[in-house]
């Protein structure tokens, strides 16, 4: 692991990096990029998929968004976390569903009274 001094190298050596193509600063067409993805990407992917039933951490993330991007979004997830488990012997504790909800929960909150200070209203809680 330590050819790969940054999450994101071994993220792009694994072709699971997000591929926003430019050209001169100006976004081109979204084409599927050229190759095909590892082995070892398949793998993460499938893994990913099999969370999607379960009550872990990263189980609510998949039922958020799409059902392709969700599941690349996931294995990606899950190859850093395994870096860093091999490469920094950092632990994966597992939170469980509820604690990604509350935190999901709260993050739209902020957004939410942001939004509403912006357009000069204040929200109140009620009940």
């Not at 050596?13 to 990407?41: D, E, F, I, N």
């Not at 099999?50 to 958020?64: E, V």
């Not at 990606?76 to 950092?90: D, F, H, P, S, V």
């Amino acid at each position: 692991m330590s050819r790969y001094e940054k999450e994101q190298s071994i993220v792009g050596h694994l072709r699971m990096a997000p591929y926003k193509p430019t050209s001169g600063g100006k976004p081109l067409k979204k084409k599927r990029r050229s190759g095909a993805s590892t082995r070892v990407a398949a793998a993460w992917r499938m893994a990913a998929t099999s969370l999607r039933k379960s009550q872990r951490l990263l189980s609510p993330h998949l039922a958020k968004i799409g059902a392709e991007v969700a599941v690349f979004a996931t294995a990606r997830k899950l190859a850093t976390l395994i870096y860093r488990l091999l490469r920094w012997g950092q632990p994966y504790v597992d939170e469980g569903a509820a604690a990604y909800e509350r935190r999901y929960e709260q993050n739209r909150l902020l957004s939410l009274k942001s939004r509403a200070h912006q357009l000069g209203y204040e929200l109140v809680q009620t009940g």
